[in-house]
């Protein structure tokens, strides 16, 4: 199984962009699924969490009140709402799976990634 992650595009600061994460080939289910992102020279950070169990999330510092997590799951999807872009917002955004929001490796079936641009 893998993730197919959509939605990523290019943006001015200020606005918002919503970002897809489609599980093929698997269900969420017991699972948690985790946003990253990678900017250039830079290394891939976690940045939202959320738990299919119970629906609890888990928000990096820098995107708290900014970014939201959410699932949908009957579309077995995780959706990543991001407001009030940033020049520092710009990566690759990528998700995969994990047993516990507060794992930092070992996540898996990892998508391509969609990359999201914000003018300057």
């Known amino acids: 199984g893998q993730f197919v992650e959509s939605g990523g595009g290019l943006v001015q600061p200020g606005e918002s962009l919503r970002l897809s994460c489609a599980a093929s080939g698997f269900t969420l289910d017991h699972y948690v699924v985790r946003w990253f992102r990678q900017a250039p020279g830079k290394e891939r950070e976690g940045i939202s969490c959320?738990?299919?169990?119970?629906?609890?999330?888990y928000d990096r510092d820098s995107v708290k009140g900014r970014f939201t997590i959410s699932i949908d799951n009957a579309k077995n999807t995780v959706y990543l709402q991001m407001n009030s872009m940033k020049p520092e917002d710009p990566a690759v955004y990528s998700c995969a799976v994990h047993f516990g929001c507060d794992n930092e490796r070992g996540y898996d079936y990892w998508g391509q990634g969609t990359q999201v641009t914000v003018s300057t």
């Open positions: 959320i738990d299919t169990g119970d629906g609890s999330t």
